[in-house]
C-alpha cells in the first residue's frame, strides 16, 4: 500500500499557499503548530485553548484538517486545552511515511500522537472518518479516551451513490455565485459550502494522492468493545448512512451510548450546525471528565 502525498512540488506549494492563507484568515490567533513524531510520519497538531485539564482532541473528516474546527476553538478553548489534529494521510501539514493500512494502524497511530505529548486522559471528538479511527483506537488501544464524541461516524455503512452524489454536489455549489449559496447549502445539506476559505482548500487537495483505509463497518463485536462513554450525533439528512437505522442498531450493541439524531443537518453536521455541536460536546464532555474507563 503506497503512502499519501501530493503528485508535485508545484501541487504541494500551491496547497500551503491556500492552507496558510486559510489559518491566518480562519484561526483564533497565532496557531501553536507542534510536529509529532509516529510510526507513519510526522503529525501536524495544533494546540490550544486552556493550558491546564483534560484536552479535547479534534479528528477532521476524511479529505480535511484541522481548519475544519476553527468555528469550534473559542467556545472548546473557555473551558478545556485543545489539540486539533491533521490526520496523517491527508492534504494538510502532516507528512506521512509509512502506509496505514487498517482500523489498528489508525488506532496506532492515534494513540502514539496522544503519547508523544504526553496525553494519559483525553476526550476526543471525530467527524466522520476521525469518528472511524477514533472507534478504532478504543477497540485496539483503549485507556487513553475519557469520552468520544463521534460527529456521523463513518464506520456503519460503506459510502454509496447517494454519498459521492452529495459529495459532488457540495463541490459544484461552491462553484456558485456567493449569493446562491446559502439556498444551495440548505438544499444539499451541506454547510461548508458557506465556508469559503476551506472551499477553496479542495481544489488545492485535489493533487494529494490519499492512501488512507476504508472506513469498513463495524461488526457487532467492535462496538461491544468500546467502553468509553460516548455521544453519537447522526445527521437527520446524512448522506452517508441511514441514520435511524444506526441509532437502532446502537441501542442494541450500545445501549450505554447516547444517541441524537440531528434534524435538517447533513453529513457536514460539525459545519452545519457549530454552535448546536460545541453545546452538546461541552456539555457531554463537563459529565465525563474524569479517568479513562478501566
Known sequence: MKIGEFTNDAARARFFDVYTSAFERLWPGPPAAVDVPTTFGRTRVYRAGRARGSPVVLLPGAGGNALMWHRYIRP???????????????????????????????????DEVLAALEVACAHVVGCSYGGWLAVNHEIYRPGRIATLVL???????????????????????????????????????????????????????????????????????????VRTRSLFLLAGRSALHRSRRVAERLAGVLPGAQVEIVPGAGHALPMDLPDLVAERVLRFVAAGDGPPAG
Request: proline share 9%; aromatic share 6%.
Open 76 to 110: 472548546l478553548g473557555e473551558s478545556h486545552p485543545l489539540i486539533a489534529v491533521d490526520t496523517i494521510g491527508e492534504a494538510g501539514a502532516s507528512v506521512q511515511r509509512a502506509p496505514v493500512r487498517d482500523g489498528r494502524d489508525g488506532a496506532l497511530w492515534l
Open 151 to 225: 460527529l456521523d461516524p463513518a464506520g456503519f455503512a460503506l459510502p454509496g451513490p447517494r454519498f459521492y452524489a452529495w459529495a459532488v454536489a457540495g463541490g459544484l455549489a461552491g462553484l456558485a455565485p456567493r449569493a446562491m449559496r446559502p439556498r444551495l447549502a440548505r438544499l444539499v445539506a451541506n454547510g461548508t459550502i458557506l465556508e469559503p476559505e476551506i472551499m477553496r482548500l479542495i481544489p488545492a487537495a485535489a493533487r494529494y494522492r490519499r492512501r488512507l483505509p476504508d472506513a469498513l463497518v463495524f461488526s457487532d463485536d467492535d462496538l461491544r468493545a
